[in-house]
């Protein structure tokens, strides 16, 4: 039994508990509650966890100062999603408790839980029980029961463990969401899965096996110097690789081209992304897609280096967008674009780096998406400390972010700029349609794994049988309830441009006073993507 854990001890103890998390990252991502793809829970807490590590492997573990430095630090700047920064917030209660000691014993370890669910809470302005909160506290409760009993860091860990597992089962009583689709919270669970990991060292007990559950795709792409920089990655190929591989060698140059196990990746310089998109779209399902112009990428570059000779405008912006065409339309306002969104959320270092990386005295930053929003605070809460003034407008959808986004003048002052992009932003409404992920019975509606859905401002309210069906659908609820003047609607690689045409020859005809603008390059997974204002 452990009496107390050195620095070095602890150090290596969430090391372990990082490995430990990463056997389950499936299983945490696929208890995501609703039908649309934002599966992503264990990916970012363990993009948070890993942060950690990284820092640990800096710090000097002899000494529990600089070790809690990395616990809090290191979570913090790798914090992806809200799962992702309220873990870190936390860790950073539990870091804190732990900082000024010399060794973890197992009092300590009860009022660093403590502390750390304290944090949690504080972290959060309106608190929801029945998320990754609710099981912090049962942790913290479960060791606190103990009282000054405890004799060893195991059996703190047993105590909490057990009131922690208690209170995740207890989750879906708490969450209607929860109960509808038959899952306990994401959170809570990964939450769990780190505690277990900090336990499993101190037995000292071998890293499980992985839990048999449907592999979720990722991919990482490298990026160039110029030139259209196309790449895809498409799952469900049934055609050989060199087929493909042939079809496309005629749109550029720089050509790759590869695949295993029905999954195809490519990669090309092109003059035509959205054609070339489109004719690989028909032999699978598009997973990821990024269109880069480099030319554009080499000036943000250019002036991330401080290369512009003249002063700054008064104010820059940061936006949080995915989509290729929706990255050239936020550029096109004079953004600098953070990738990241629904699926795919970005670490607040991430986007403190961008806010960091401009010049200018002031900066906004627009997230764009709800999961976005506390990385983004954090974010520039973190940039005011280090001198430069950044203010969010809390954009919830890409839609209110483009609305937003076309008010912005680098000119203009910060307390000009940002009443006119909060009212902006409320007006705008984002309309989304994209295929459910999984059986689900929401918002009165049941919906079929793989039936196309229709969101408005992320609440679902349509589901049909073809994409078409789902954004007229959209466009009709919303016209009903509000006039709007324009449309600006974005299409997916997979849209066949027949059925793009039908659809627009019927929305014009259906909303004669609709302005329709469309563009190619919607978010990956989304067949497509409409911002009305």
């Given at each position: ?5 050195t ?10 508990a ?12 696929a208890?995501?509650v609703y ?11 363990h993009?948070?966890?890993?942060s950690?590590r ?26 992806r ?10 860790l ?22 403590e502390?750390g ?18 099981v ?20 703190v ?5 057990s ?21 306990v919270?994401?959170g ?21 096996e ?7 795709a990722?991919?990482?792409?490298e990026q ?22 042939e ?18 990746k490519?990669?090309?310089h092109?003059n ?14 598009m ?27 008064p ?29 795919a ?6 986007i403190?780096?961008?806010i960091k990386?401009?010049?200018n ?7 764009n998406n ?37 008010v ?14 909060e ?55 919303s ?12 299409h ?7 059925k ?17 603008e ?10 497509y993507?409409?911002a009305?204002?």
């Amino acid at each position: 039994m452990a009496e107390s854990l050195t620095p070095g001890a602890v150090a290596e103890a969430f090391r372990y508990a990082t490995d430990w998390f990463a056997i389950y990252v499936e299983e945490t991502n696929a208890l995501n509650v609703y039908p649309v793809p934002d599966g992503d829970t264990g990916t970012n807490m363990h993009l948070t966890l890993q942060s950690v590590r990284r820092e640990l492997d800096l710090a000097d573990t002899s000494r529990m100062s600089e070790v809690a430095r990395a616990i809090s630090y290191g979570s913090l700047l790798g914090a992806r999603g809200n799962s992702g920064v309220i873990t870190s917030q936390i860790l950073k209660g539990f870091a804190e408790a732990i900082k000024n000691e010399p060794t973890l014993t197992p009092p300590l370890l009860v009022r660093a839980l403590e502390q750390g669910q304290q944090a949690g809470y504080k972290a959060v302005m309106k608190p929801v029980e029945g998320t990754i909160l609710t099981v912090i506290r049962g942790l913290a409760e479960g060791a606190r029961a103990l009282g000054k009993g405890a004799s060893s860091i195991e059996e703190v860990l047993e105590a909490a463990l057990s009131a922690g597992r208690r209170a995740l089962e207890g989750t879906p009583e708490l969450l209607p969401v929860l109960k509808q689709a038959g899952v306990v919270d994401a959170g809570g669970a990964g939450l769990i899965r780190l505690v277990e990991g900090l336990q499993g060292y101190v037995l000292g007990l071998p890293l499980p096996e992985p839990p048999k559950i449907e592999k979720y795709a990722q991919t990482a792409f490298e990026q160039e110097d110029f030139g259209y920089c196309t790449e895809f990655l498409m799952e469900g190929v049934v055609e050989p690789v060199e087929k493909i591989r042939e079809m496309v060698s005629s749109y550029g140059d720089s050509l790759l081209v590869v695949g295993a196990e029905g999954y195809v990746k490519g990669h090309i310089h092109t003059n035509d992304p959205d054609g070339l998109l489109a004719l690989v779209a028909r032999y699978g399902k598009m997973v990821r897609t990024k269109v880069e112009d480099m030319s554009q990428q080499h000036t943000e570059i250019l002036s991330m280096a401080g290369a512009a000779d003249e002063a700054p405008p008064p104010t820059g912006l940061v936006v949080v967008a995915t989509g290729w065409g929706l990255v050239k339309a936020f550029r096109g306002f004079g953004a600098r674009v953070v990738a990241g969104g629904q699926t795919a959320n970005p670490s607040v270092q991430d986007i403190l780096e961008a806010i960091k990386s401009l010049p200018n005295p002031n900066v906004i930053v627009l997230p764009n998406n709800s999961n976005v929003i506390m990385s983004a605070n954090q974010a520039a809460e973190l940039a005011r400390a280090q001198g430069k003034n950044a203010v969010v407008v809390p954009t919830r959808t890409l839609g209110a972010g483009l609305a937003a986004a076309v008010v912005y003048q680098a000119e203009a002052e910060l307390t000009e700029l940002i009443p006119e992009m909060e009212e902006a932003a409320a007006r705008a409404v984002t309309l989304e349609v994209t295929r459910a992920s999984r059986d689900a019975s929401l918002e009165g509606l049941d919906v079929k794994e793989g039936k196309p859905i229709g969101l408005k401002n992320d609440k679902l309210v349509v589901v049909a049988d073809t994409p078409e069906e789902a954004l007229i659908n959209l466009v009709r609820l919303s016209v009903a309830e509000n006039e709007y003047e324009i449309m600006t609607l974005f299409h997916g690689a997979a849209v066949e441009r027949e059925k793009l045409d039908e659809l627009l020859s019927f929305l014009k005809a259906q909303f004669e006073d609709l302005s329709i603008e469309v563009l190619p390059g919607s978010p990956d997974l989304y067949d497509y993507l409409a911002a009305i204002e």
